[in-house]
């Protein structure tokens, strides 16, 4: 194929096998595995592109769509499903060079960015006039912007700060279809398709820049380790506090396994080993005999050592975090103390050692591959009701091949996310059996079957069928804006797509104007065609309220709802259930802030009769009323996510925040609090 249109265009292009080889795959540990036992790689691409900004993108995919050539989209290729897979006469886009902050806006708290930005160097440069994203997955050093957007990424702070998805206010793309313009950036009178675009995979187009939302770095940053008796005691407190709007920063728990093999509620901690590949290594570090046998005999016998890691009893490890204004640090961890009680105050140390190695994890798995094994992970999310089932499931499915353990972090008031961290022998057929069946058991157990790694080739036939009827919004989508189907094929959605569910013969509206109520999860399924009040008064009656409050019907608000409305931690809708035309049911939304591929809800909205949407509540309290004037705070620091027409209303959980946050007289002290935690 010619490239030279794409040179004459000023674009630097190679197709030297020392460039291209380094293109054939990303980071899925199947195909490290497959390599290590045949030496087989993914196809090398045929050419790879570096544009510097956006009109160079545009000619790429304009030569692409000419001469019907497949395009990838690449950031750092630090993605571990396959998303940006090698594939035969391709063309891959290397963004690396679109590496620029074009602007910063503090007053609005937005910077307008490239997409192939490494996340460490903008949240350096961010930190240079004191603010930062708040993004921070463990691929921070080898990863960009862009594939934060491609695959729906969460950093470890998401608790707080949100994903990446929320703090995702405008997108810009070239498509084969000519330029895409999302969120804040809509054409007047467009279909506003950021929700689509986000967790893409490049299926539509290649991202060239983005419009997000910025923090101040905070003033204080507070962690704290808590050993709890039990994984069920620590899962109320983590709801407890997401529910009550006290914004942890950090809500991090390990499990039986994952505690014990860290030692991390012992004065040891976990220096010697970090979760099952640390402690793996640093086995066969300290003994040479054990060294040759280290993985042979283990994993020979999963199935028995978790059986026995399950059975193990004592403490597991929450560890807690709070961050923003010292004043706001200081009400949270006071407020914060009831709801941590069941838990034994371990001080600072175990949460300021996860602070500083937070990020080692990310490279400690090649020796594991080296000695004849495999080692992968998996992050699957529900609500807090469906959690435990969740766990026990996905925990059982994968322990039948492999060593398992999981911690639980990204917790939201409505739910959390479980990251599974699993070892077995070096076996193609044990790593594809592992991965069949947790992604079913995640599916069974009405969970996603991803939480933020991205879909890929690894999980794109269960995404789809995650998605299921709403697949044909994809189809439609995809059609428009890549009618050949050139951009990244199959990715993130099988291609072509599972059928749709069968079609029902009758899909009346709820005649109750609150369907369901999940007071543990605190969602609620209501009428999309009833009013904000009658759904209010029906909520009333279960002693709840709504936790955003549109000005009209859900059913006409949701779908019209523009970006920076809200807050980063509000999230206005979790699930819906629509009927097409043709009597075809979708239904989507099973997990919290996730989706597998592209959020479809409100694209659903508007292509279809919608039956009922579920939203979040909140207890119906009486609110705390303050003013909302202190010389040294900004509002938008503080939680919640309502307010009243008289000021910051709080809600009874937030009493002792709202008192020491807003009042307008009094000292602030200058070092946070420690609770006082009954032994």
């Given at each position: 194929?010619?490239?030279?249109?794409?040179?004459?265009?000023?674009?630097?292009v190679?197709?030297?096998?020392?460039?291209?080889?380094?293109?054939?795959?990303?980071?899925?540990?199947?195909?490290?595995?497959?390599?290590?036992?045949?030496?087989?790689?993914?196809?090398?691409?045929?050419?790879?592109?570096?544009?510097?900004?956006?009109?160079?993108?545009?000619?790429?995919?304009a030569?692409?769509?000419?001469?019907?050539?497949?395009?990838?989209?690449?950031?750092?290729?630090?993605?571990?499903?396959?998303?940006?897979?090698?594939?035969?006469?391709?063309?891959?886009?290397?963004?690396k060079?679109?590496?620029?902050?074009?602007?910063?806006?503090?007053?609005?708290?937005?910077?307008?960015?490239?997409a192939?930005?490494?996340?460490?160097?903008?949240?350096?440069?961010?930190?240079?006039?004191?603010?930062?994203?708040?993004?921070?997955?463990?691929?921070?050093?080898?990863?960009?912007?862009?594939?934060?957007?491609?695959?729906?990424?969460?950093?470890?702070?998401?608790?707080?700060?949100?994903?990446?998805?929320?703090?995702?206010?405008?997108?810009?793309?070239?498509?084969?279809?000519?330029?895409?313009?999302?969120?804040?950036?809509?054409?007047?009178?467009?279909?506003?398709?950021?929700?689509?675009?986000?967790?893409?995979?490049?299926?539509?187009?290649?991202?060239?820049?983005?419009?997000?939302?910025?923090?101040?770095?905070?003033?204080?940053?507070?962690?704290?380790?808590?050993?709890?008796?039990?994984?069920?005691?620590?899962?109320?407190?983590?709801?407890?506090?997401?529910?009550?709007?006290?914004?942890?920063?950090?809500?991090?728990?390990?499990?039986?396994?994952?505690?014990?093999?860290?030692g991390?509620?012992?004065?040891a901690?976990?220096k010697k080993?970090?979760?099952?590949?640390?402690?793996?290594?640093?086995?066969?570090?300290?003994?040479?005999?054990?060294?040759?046998?280290?993985?042979?005999?283990?994993?020979?016998?999963?199935?028995?050592?978790?059986?026995?890691?399950?059975?193990?009893?004592?403490?597991?490890?929450l560890?807690?975090?709070?961050?923003?204004?010292?004043?706001?640090?200081?009400?949270?961890?006071?407020?914060?103390?009831p709801?941590?009680?069941?838990g034994?105050?371990?001080?600072?140390?175990?949460?300021?050692?996860?602070?500083?190695h937070?990020?080692?994890?990310?490279?400690?798995?090649?020796?594991?591959?080296?000695?004849?094994?495999?080692?992968?992970?998996?992050?699957?999310?529900?609500?807090?009701k469906?959690?435990?089932?969740?766990?026990?499931?996905?925990?059982?499915?994968?322990?039948?091949?492999?060593?398992?353990?999981?911690?639980?972090s990204?917790?939201?008031?409505?739910?959390?996310?479980?990251?599974?961290?699993?070892?077995?022998?070096?076996?193609?057929?044990?790593?594809?059996?592992?991965?069949?069946?947790?992604?079913g058991?995640?599916?069974?157990?009405?969970?996603?079957?991803?939480?933020?790694?991205?879909v890929?080739?690894?999980?794109?036939?269960?995404?789809?069928?995650?998605?299921?009827?709403?697949?044909?919004?994809w189809?439609?989508?995809?059609?428009?804006?890549?009618?050949?189907?050139?951009?990244?094929?199959?990715?993130?959605?099988?291609?072509?797509?599972?059928?749709?569910?069968?079609?029902?013969?009758?899909?009346?509206a709820?005649?109750?104007?609150?369907?369901?109520?999940?007071?543990?999860?605190?969602?609620?399924?209501?009428?999309?065609?009833?009013?904000?009040?009658?759904?209010?008064?029906?909520?009333?009656?279960?002693?709840?309220?709504?936790?955003?409050?549109?000005?009209?019907?859900?059913?006409?608000?949701?779908?019209?709802l523009?970006?920076?409305?809200?807050?980063?931690?509000?999230?206005?809708?979790?699930?819906?259930?629509?009927?097409?035309?043709?009597?075809?049911?979708?239904?989507?939304?099973?997990?919290?802030?996730?989706?597998?591929?592209?959020?479809l809800?409100?694209?659903?909205?508007?292509?279809?009769?919608?039956?009922?949407?579920?939203?979040?509540?909140?207890?119906?309290?009486?609110?705390?009323?303050?003013?909302?004037?202190?010389?040294?705070?900004?509002?938008?620091?503080?939680?919640?996510?309502?307010?009243?027409?008289?000021?910051?209303?709080?809600?009874?959980?937030?009493?002792?925040?709202?008192d020491?946050?807003?009042?307008?007289?009094?000292?602030?002290?200058?070092?946070?609090?420690?609770?006082?935690?009954?032994?």
């Amino acid at each position: 194929m010619d490239v030279a249109p794409l040179t004459k265009a000023g674009i630097r292009v190679t197709r030297e096998p020392l460039h291209t080889d380094a293109y054939r795959r990303d980071l899925w540990p199947r195909d490290t595995l497959v390599w290590l036992q045949s030496g087989e790689r993914p196809p090398a691409p045929m050419a790879v592109a570096s544009p510097t900004n956006a009109e160079q993108v545009a000619a790429c995919v304009a030569w692409a769509s000419q001469t019907g050539t497949v395009l990838v989209p690449y950031g750092a290729g630090s993605g571990v499903c396959g998303g940006a897979r090698g594939r035969a006469d391709s063309l891959v886009v290397d963004l690396k060079q679109m590496n620029r902050i074009r602007s910063i806006n503090t007053a609005n708290r937005t910077a307008h960015i490239e997409a192939g930005i490494i996340g460490q160097h903008l949240e350096d440069q961010l930190g240079t006039i004191g603010w930062m994203t708040a993004h921070s997955p463990s691929s921070i050093a080898c990863s960009t912007a862009g594939g934060y957007l491609a695959a729906r990424s969460a950093g470890q702070f998401s608790s707080r700060y949100g994903v990446f998805d929320d703090m995702l206010l405008a997108a810009a793309a070239c498509t084969p279809n000519g330029p895409l313009r999302t969120g804040q950036w809509t054409p007047e009178g467009h279909e506003d398709l950021l929700d689509v675009l986000c967790g893409s995979e490049g299926g539509l187009g290649v991202v060239t820049d983005m419009l997000v939302r910025i923090q101040p770095q905070p003033e204080m940053r507070w962690l704290r380790g808590y050993a709890f008796p039990s994984v069920e005691a620590a899962w109320d407190a983590m709801r407890s506090l997401m529910q009550s709007d006290l914004g942890p920063s950090v809500l991090r728990l390990y499990d039986p396994v994952d505690t014990k093999i860290g030692g991390k509620t012992n004065a040891a901690d976990d220096k010697k080993g970090s979760g099952l590949f640390g402690w793996m290594k640093s086995a066969a570090a300290s003994n040479p005999a054990l060294k040759k046998h280290l993985l042979s005999i283990p994993l020979a016998v999963p199935a028995l050592l978790n059986r026995i890691g399950q059975s193990l009893s004592g403490e597991v490890l929450l560890i807690v975090g709070f961050e923003g204004p010292l004043a706001v640090v200081n009400a949270s961890v006071e407020s914060a103390a009831p709801l941590l009680g069941q838990g034994r105050d371990m001080g600072a140390e175990p949460g300021e050692h996860w602070y500083t190695h937070r990020h080692d994890v990310s490279y400690k798995l090649a020796p594991v591959f080296i000695a004849g094994a495999f080692a992968d992970t998996m992050e699957v999310a529900t609500t807090w009701k469906r959690l435990p089932a969740l766990y026990r499931s996905v925990q059982k499915a994968i322990g039948q091949h492999c060593v398992v353990m999981a911690h639980f972090s990204h917790a939201y008031p409505e739910g959390c996310s479980i990251y599974f961290s699993f070892a077995g022998r070096g076996s193609l057929a044990t790593y594809d059996a592992t991965w069949k069946a947790s992604l079913g058991a995640a599916r069974e157990a009405g969970g996603t079957v991803t939480h933020h790694h991205g879909v890929g080739v690894l999980k794109s036939e269960a995404a789809t069928q995650e998605v299921g009827a709403a697949i044909r919004i994809w189809s439609e989508i995809k059609a428009t804006w890549d009618p050949d189907n050139l951009m990244n094929p199959g990715r993130p959605f099988a291609d072509p797509p599972a059928p749709s569910m069968p079609a029902e013969s009758t899909h009346p509206a709820p005649a109750a104007v609150v369907v369901e109520v999940d007071d543990v999860s605190l969602l609620a399924k209501v009428n999309p065609s009833a009013t904000p009040d009658a759904i209010q008064r029906e909520l009333n009656a279960h002693g709840m309220t709504l936790r955003v409050l549109p000005d009209r019907s859900f059913g006409e608000w949701l779908p019209l709802l523009q970006r920076g409305t809200l807050d980063s931690w509000q999230t206005p809708l979790f699930g819906v259930r629509a009927h097409f035309k043709d009597g075809t049911v979708a239904q989507l939304g099973c997990a919290p802030r996730s989706a597998a591929g592209p959020d479809l809800r409100r694209a659903l909205m508007r292509r279809a009769t919608t039956e009922w949407v579920e939203v979040p509540i909140r207890p119906n309290t009486e609110d705390t009323v303050v003013s909302n004037e202190h010389p040294s705070i900004d509002q938008r620091d503080i939680r919640p996510a309502w307010t009243s027409k008289h000021g910051w209303g709080f809600s009874e959980g937030q009493a002792a925040l709202a008192d020491v946050c807003l009042r307008a007289s009094g000292p602030v002290e200058n070092e946070p609090k420690t609770p006082e935690l009954k032994p």
